[in-house]
């Protein structure tokens, strides 16, 4: 996606916590969405920030800071099947997604 | 499930043909989108359009186009096809457009396209 950046890959053990930075440089922010899509699926919605700060759903999280173009998603207490790509979007231009890898 | 629909799931066709993919967004949604993603790319946005206006453009083809009909279903018409336009084609919708605050956007399953 244009002007969003994300790390291609991570991996992780199983009940560890990652994190999944993405930086953007935009005029007009409207908030930053993550999503997450699993190979040949559909991307499904994660999480939504508009204002700084931290916003916790169950075992992921995500992070804005506005002033440094700046959000992570964190993924807390990692299962197998979080294995998958982890997509941010600023209005309609998507990062390139990073490949989580969780092992045993 | 997300409510948006996309039909065909699977499409094959050859070098040089012509498909038309169809969706259909959730109820009570205005916008569409589409979505091209090639293998192990991300989502590359190709066209939005709210209620049966175009309102963004992406990168998307000359060879390609799309419309949204009065029943705010959209089709994307592939014409020309080549090799390298074999990829899941993701539509989403949304309720408003991009410039509002919140605008969550909702996938259907994506027709995967195979051009031979």
């Known amino acids: 996606g244009q002007n969003i950046d994300q790390p291609t890959e991570m991996t992780a053990t199983e009940g560890a916590i990652v994190q999944i930075n993405c930086t953007y440089q935009?005029?007009?922010?409207?908030?930053l969405f993550w999503y997450q899509q699993h190979a040949g699926e559909a991307p499904t919605f994660l999480s939504y920030?508009?204002?700084?700060g931290l916003e916790e759903k169950g075992r992921f999280s995500s992070f804005l800071s506005r002033s440094k173009g700046y959000s992570y998603l964190l993924l807390k207490e990692l299962q197998m099947k979080d294995s998958a790509s982890y997509l941010c979007?600023?209005?309609?231009?998507f990062g390139a997604g990073t490949t989580v890898t969780v092992r045993a | 499930d997300s409510g948006v629909t996309q039909t065909p799931k699977h499409l094959i066709t050859a070098t040089g043909q012509r498909v038309t993919l169809r969706c259909s967004p959730r109820s009570g949604d205005l916008s569409v989108y589409w979505y091209q993603q090639s293998l192990d790319q991300g989502l590359q946005f190709l066209i939005q359009y709210y209620n049966g206006e175009e309102r963004a453009k992406g990168n998307i083809l000359e060879r390609f186009s799309a419309q949204q009909f009065p029943d705010l279903h959209s089709e994307l018409n592939l014409s020309s096809l080549e090799l390298g336009d074999s990829a899941l084609y993701f539509c989403?919708?949304?309720?408003?457009?991009?410039?509002?605050?919140?605008?969550?956007?909702?996938f259907g399953p994506g027709t995967r396209l195979t051009v031979l």
């Open positions: 989403a919708s949304s309720v408003g457009w991009t410039s509002e605050s919140y605008n969550e956007q909702f």
């Open positions: 920030n508009v204002l700084d």
């Open positions: 935009t005029s007009g922010f409207n908030g």
């Open positions: 979007r600023d209005k309609l231009s």
